[in-house]
């Protein structure tokens, strides 16, 4: 059985201020969701499910469904405030969903096997999908899960600074934690800079950093629950708060229940964080379609 790929497709695009989930940024309208399943299906996955707003899905469907029939088999979850919160109360003004953690655990039910984890609006690399179906089908287990790693010079955005969690790992290429780095940008003088209040720090730029690639076990789904659930215990009244994916790496590793590999890749990140990234992306696209790394038509030879 191959490898299941779960894409997060739920955001709300708030920074971006519009469904950049199915933009299109390729020379025949394709989505940078597209990219990623087609190097997911070239990498040997066989089914991918989409975790989106209820209110959008008869919209995602219709654009989804004719392109990947008999291409890989499909599913989709719905992320919606009240999903797994037990007897918490989801307080009245709260409108953003719980965070990334919570729409991976919207997938249980739907998922029974090792599987991994993206965002709809990254574009992520074929080499990071080969990596990923490799660790799925020979190593993942309820003890080890593993995320890919990518050195932060190849993630950042040219129009404005970036959130990123950098990771700190260990001889073993283990994840010791994630710290995440909310204003990181390149300076003049080439250096990669982050700010923490009014203070600034240089960062290598080959740190390895999260750009939520993650591989997890099924096992992950039961964990998660209980991690929500004490989350909720703290945070249910906070409208802001968020249940974040790398909460449940922490919790994995600090609790002793297993480890997690980072794959490091060297693959060139690139996505749309501002609006002014679209036509780089278009660029970079157009760039890999001239070197032969896909087709012009991307779905037209599957």
Not at 96 to 110: D, E, N, Q
Request: overall charge negative; some cysteine.
């Amino acid at each position: 059985m191959g490898s299941t790929l779960l894409i997060l497709a739920a955001g709300m695009a708030s920074r971006y201020g519009s469904m950049k989930q199915v933009e299109g940024f390729g020379p025949s309208g394709e989505t940078i969701m597209d990219y990623s399943i087609y190097d997911a299906i070239e990498a040997g996955f066989t089914k991918v499910v989409f975790i989106i707003r209820k209110d959008f899905a008869d919209n995602f469907k219709a654009i989804f469904e004719p392109k990947l029939k008999g291409k890989i088999k499909t599913g989709y979850v719905y992320q919606e405030l009240g999903s797994f919160v037990g007897n918490y109360e989801v307080p009245a003004e709260r409108t953003k969903p719980w965070g990334t953690a919570h729409a991976v655990l919207c997938a249980k039910g739907a998922i029974d096997e090792p599987f991994a984890v993206i965002n709809a609006d990254d574009f992520y690399g074929r080499d990071a999908f080969e990596k990923a179906d490799k660790f799925l089908s020979t190593k993942c287990s309820p003890k080890l899960y593993s995320i890919i790693g990518y050195e932060l010079i190849r993630t950042l955005s040219e129009n404005g600074s970036v959130s990123r969690g950098v990771c700190e790992v260990d001889a073993g290429n283990n994840l010791v934690s994630i710290a995440e780095r909310v204003k990181i940008y390149k300076e003049g003088s080439g250096k990669i800079t982050y700010e923490e209040g009014d203070r600034k720090f240089e960062v290598p730029s080959d740190s390895k950093v999260s750009m939520n690639f993650w591989c997890f076990h099924p096992s992950v789904f039961a964990f998660t629950e209980k991690i929500f659930h004490e989350f909720l215990a703290e945070n249910c009244s906070n409208p802001k708060a968020e249940f974040f994916i790398p909460i449940i790496g922490d919790r994995f590793i600090k609790q002793g229940i297993g480890a997690i590999e980072v794959i490091p890749t060297a693959a060139q990140w690139f996505g749309v964080t501002y609006k002014e990234d679209a036509p780089a992306v278009q660029k970079s696209l157009n760039k890999l379609i001239d070197d032969g790394a896909y087709p012009e038509k991307l779905w037209q030879q599957k």
